[in-house]
């Protein structure tokens, strides 16, 4: 195996773009590492990208929020800006593993391990975040939930990467959320996860939402739906009733050692209508 | 294939060596440069039994290439204790009998004392968070958990 540490963006996606054989963009590793110990992955190459300054940064773009693609977890805990404007995003991701993980687990490995079950995925794609790809032929900006196109598979082409993660700005009155069912309190993978970033008027009513569901499909889901029965909602309890069984209904789920259908079906409802309380308060609503 | 040359800091002191590509920081620390201190667990993450510093921050090093350590500062629990005096955390373990088998233990002092020097007056529920990913097998935790809220205690009346 070769081991490629460049300094510059154009020299990542250079030898992304020229290698042959498999080429890996080697991030916070927590999930290349693992599976390459473990015998399922065997590079050729691995292209470590914590070595460009630009990545690792957090910074205010246009009212909203760039966070590089090698910043970890911990650093957005850390970041009392993005803490305060994007709680849910942050939660989230802080959710992801112990804090050794959290020292080197990245939101945007996260997104291009593509797992349905990613914590930070689902709050991602209810906060509206583009990922910004950089590839051989230049910049596109791409919302989140089109990266992930099945377990384990992004519509990533070759020599691309996601250099960072953009979160807008949105206005006052707005707040976000995201919850996930583990059998027990840290370190575990969702059995089902659910996001949900709202705004509201002066009253209290809903004028924009997004909802997304985690770990119930081959993907992370928008539900827009969900989104389109909160608006013009105060969030009281027909809606948060109708909200769960929108989201259940919407979940594709599969059984497996971490779950059934039956009951991730049921759950994705549950965590809807409580991370959807959790969001509302934080926008500065009172829920009846 | 021709090994990576890195240049490194361990413990304080400049560390120079040649790795594969693929070996982790872990392999690196044990099989090259004699500190074993750290322990493979699991090579997945998920036991913390490797826990070290880099830069400051607390990783796995199992779940790091040891090329990637060039130019950064590894802190193992070779360099917990000054000399023959041992670190407070170190102490307190032995005073208290918080470790049995002895395998997670260099982990869990690797990764309470960067609690610590983050919050130096922890409740229980942070310790038992921050600690979730050093497994112990032989202890049940709560001696372990005791014995770095008594240290942290000790340490704000010495400080």
Known sequence: MHYHAPTTLDAAVDILAGASGDCRVLNGGTDLLVRMHSDMAHPDAVVDIKRIESLRTITKEDGGWRIGAAVCGAEMGEHAGLVAAWPGVVEAAGLIGSTQVQGRATMAGNLCNASPAADSVPAMVAAGALARIVGPEGIRDVPVEEIPVGPGKTSLTPGELVASIYLPSRPERSGDAYLRFIPRTEMDIAVAGCGVSLTLDEAGAITHARVALGAVGPTVMLVPEAARMLVGSHLREGALQQLATICSAAAQPITDKRGTEHFRTHVAGVLARRAALIAYKRAGGTPE | ?159
């Open chain 2, 1 to 159: 294939m021709s090994k990576i040359h890195v240049t490194t800091t361990v413990n304080g002191d400049a560390q120079e060596f040649l790795c594969e590509a693929d070996e982790t920081l872990l392999d690196v620390l044990r099989d090259r440069l004699g500190l074993t201190g750290a322990k493979e667990g699991c090579g997945t993450g998920d036991c913390g039994a490797c826990s070290v510093t880099v830069d400051g921050r607390l990783v796995c090093s199992c779940l790091m290439l040891g090329a990637e350590a060039e130019g950064r500062e590894v802190e193992t629990i070779e360099g917990m204790a000054d000399g023959e005096k041992l670190h407070p955390l170190q102490r307190r373990f032995i005073d208290m009998a918080a470790l049995q088998c002895g395998i997670c233990t260099p982990g869990i002092l690797v990764a309470a004392k960067s609690l610590l020097e983050r919050n130096p007056d922890p409740t229980e529920e942070e310790v038992r968070y921050w600690l979730a990913g050093n497994l112990c097998r032989c202890t049940g935790y709560d001696k372990i958990i005791r014995a770095v809220l008594e240290t942290a205690a000790e340490m704000r009346e010495a400080s």
